[in-house]
């Protein structure tokens, strides 16, 4: 089992910054990537970043592209996300989620996922 822990979350006026971050702990080394992933009230949950544990390849949502950074340190198990020029379309719970991945945007193949962290933008 791996467990996933968010943090960073709150709320931001829009243009702000938030960086978010995730400890994984326990199998970690079943791990071949780890995502980010969101959903907004009334909304489905979707892909916003992920990164390859291994050579650190990154995706990112169109949504989000120049706007938004994935990066990870290895040694913490952690993974972060970086949210500059945050919009109020940004606003929701933020999930970060971790697996052994072929596609890094396919939320269904993750199987481990944290209880959230709320990204509040106001205008």
């Known amino acids: 089992q791996v467990q996933l822990v968010e943090s960073g979350g709150g709320l931001v006026q829009a243009g702000g910054s938030l960086r978010l971050s995730c400890a994984a702990s326990g199998r970690t080394f079943s791990i071949s990537a780890m995502g980010w992933f969101r959903q907004a009230p009334g909304k489905e949950r979707e892909f916003v970043a992920a990164?390859?544990?291994?050579?650190?390849?990154?995706r990112y949502a169109d949504s989000v592209k120049g706007r938004f950074t994935i990066s990870r340190d290895n040694a913490k198990n952690t993974v972060y996300l970086q949210m500059n020029s945050l919009k109020p379309e940004d606003t929701a719970v933020y999930y970060c989620?971790?697996?052994?991945?072929?596609?890094?945007?396919?939320?269904?193949?993750?199987?481990?996922w944290g209880q959230g962290t709320q990204v509040t933008v106001s205008s």
């Open positions: 989620a971790a697996d052994i991945v072929e596609t890094l945007t396919r939320q269904d193949e993750y199987g481990y």
């Open positions: 990164i390859r544990w291994s050579g650190g390849n990154t």
